[in-house]
């Protein structure tokens, strides 16, 4: 049953004549204060922010004052007390709220400027388990919620990015905020204290490695408004979560137009590709297009690994994503703006390659710092009707696989190092998945078919075009590898791939009819390799 409601109706206008600080992130806080106490508005505040306000010499009234009662216990307890949360949820229009307030000389407050222990921050930072726990806020969270409830009559202010326009508002109402703005100042508190706590319960659940909380809750800090999502029609938002994982959400963008949402979508792919590749073995570029890689490849160096992974079909990568797992040279960022690119994406650049792609005004360039580790646990979130998928991040990595050998054949150790290759890349690309390989390149990849047969046959297709673009008097699948997703249901899509030339297959292995698929392999003479792994990629 609901509370009952009183039916009072909010005042458009009110006075602020009293405000309360209380604030951890100090960032403008003094030339607030002073706008506040131009303005005519006694200034309330706590510890370190009183002491902050009163040495830019405001008068400033410590809460003490109004709650008759000392801080205490080291600061956690200092506004959870009657005289401030009765000056903030008190109904000023209701007669027994009213009288409830003179009888107790609660005296009435109308602004709340108030944000939060920086939880999130010291969560990232490593640090231990009890100064965590000391950063989780109580009594910020219960006065912004207080406040934010009752927006009838009390304006709370959690952002230091809004203070510019409360003092523009109380300006132009001559020293009020109507109710318009004080609901739209409740809504971005609300969501503020949702987001902290889905923090905290977030970072409760992996410390306690409990998998599947009964309540489970995701938050997010708005950092660009988009000019459309996938389509025209679809308006977007990019949210910040706080995780510190290099890529699109923590990157650097030194130049180029706003990132759009499909870009952002494959950046976070292509990024999250090529950081399977360990800079010091190898330099390493991904190009991505929707989301799927149309060429991956090893080399010397990325010039030279840019020239493989180009070669593997030159017409999708026209207009795709750029990914490499070293820092961006002058003679890479020349080849790689002959192209069309709508991103470049790196762990750092070099000045002269940064001034190559600067002549392209249009062509986004991103720096990370640094390369998203394959291993580390994180959890991945898709919606759906109703409600939310929630799962752990694929973090299996082939290099630590246990792979056994089903066939009479071994691979060569070549044939191994292209096979590996193949099973990294196979993980970033959508099912059902085929990726052929050979001298540490993709050279054909079949993407999110409904049909095994029809992707390595998709494949099979693009080498041959790619061949014929090159001038090759045959495709680069002859004497290749291949690399499935999942494993063959039947021997029709192995036989698929040895008529595209492949001479050794890797796959998880697992079907009901793997003694079929490795019979074909035999009769064949290739060597086929189980993983024991799948990867799935929807």
């Not at 703005?181 to 889905?198: C, E, G, I, P």
């Not at 410390?207 to 938050?219: S, Y």
Request: proline letters at 4%; one cysteine or more; hydrophobic letters at 45%.
């Amino acid at each position: 049953m609901a509370v009952p409601t009183k039916n009072i109706p909010a005042p458009d206008l009110v006075p602020v004549r009293r405000a309360l600080l209380s604030v951890f992130d100090k960032t403008g806080l003094v030339d607030f204060a002073k706008a506040l106490a131009a303005a005519g508005v006694e200034l309330v505040s706590t510890g370190g922010t009183a002491k902050t306000i009163a040495e830019a010499g405001l008068a400033v009234r410590d809460v003490s004052e109004l709650t008759g009662f000392p801080e205490i216990m080291d600061g956690r307890v200092k506004t959870l007390h009657p005289s401030v949360h009765g000056a903030l949820l008190g109904i000023r229009d209701d007669a027994e709220h009213a009288k409830a307030m003179r009888d107790h000389h609660i005296e009435p407050i109308d602004l709340v400027v108030s944000n939060l222990y920086p939880f999130e921050e010291v969560r990232r930072s490593g640090a231990g388990y009890a100064s965590i726990v000391e950063n989780i806020d109580i009594g910020g969270p219960a006065m912004i919620r207080a406040s934010a409830k009752n927006h009838a009559y009390v304006a709370i202010v959690t952002d230091p990015a809004d203070y510019a326009s409360v003092v523009n508002a109380l300006e132009m109402n001559l020293g009020s905020l109507s109710l318009d703005f004080r609901k739209k100042l409740a809504a971005k508190a609300f969501a503020r204290t949702a987001t902290y706590d889905a923090a905290i319960s977030g970072w409760f659940a992996e410390e306690l490695q409990i998998e599947h909380p009964t309540w489970r809750a995701f938050g997010g800090r708005l950092d660009q408004v988009m000019r459309y999502g996938e389509n025209p029609h679809q308006n977007a938002g990019f949210y910040l979560s706080g995780d510190k994982r290099p890529g699109v959400a923590t990157a650097k963008q030194l130049q180029g137009k706003q990132l759009s949402y499909n870009n952002i979508n494959d950046t976070d792919a292509a990024f999250e590709l090529v950081g399977e590749f360990d800079p010091a073995r190898s330099a390493a570029i991904a190009i991505i297009k929707h989301a799927n890689p149309c060429g991956v490849a090893e080399g010397s160096s990325l010039k030279a690994a840019y020239a493989k992974a180009l070669a593997c079909d030159p017409v999708s990568a026209f207009g795709g994503i750029v990914a490499m797992n070293r820092i961006l040279d002058a003679e890479a960022a020349e080849e790689i703006v002959k192209t069309f690119t709508e991103v470049i994406i790196a762990p750092d650049v070099a000045d002269e390659a940064a001034a190559i792609v600067a002549a392209k005004k249009n062509l986004r360039l991103l720096v990370t710092g640094g390369l998203p580790d394959p291993r580390v646990a994180g959890t991945t979130v898709k919606s759906v009707a109703g409600g939310l998928l929630v799962q752990s991040r694929d973090n299996a990595v082939v290099d630590d696989l246990e792979l056994k050998v089903v066939t009479k054949r071994a691979p060569t150790p070549a044939e191994l190092a292209d096979l590996k290759f193949a099973f990294r890349v196979a993980k970033h690309v959508k099912s059902n998945a085929i990726v052929y390989a050979r001298d540490g390149a993709t050279v054909g990849i079949g993407a999110g078919q409904m049909s095994r047969v029809d992707s390595s046959r998709i494949a099979a297709r693009k080498a041959l075009d790619a061949a014929a673009a090159a001038g090759l008097a045959e495709p680069l699948t002859k004497g290749s590898v291949v690399a499935s997703d999942a494993f063959f249901p039947f021997a029709d899509g192995l036989l698929s791939a040895i008529e595209a030339g492949a001479t050794a297959v890797i796959q998880p292995g697992g079907s009901m009819r793997d003694d079929d698929v490795i019979a074909a392999a035999d009769e064949h003479g290739i060597a086929m390799v189980f993983t024991g792994v799948r990867h799935f990629r929807h």
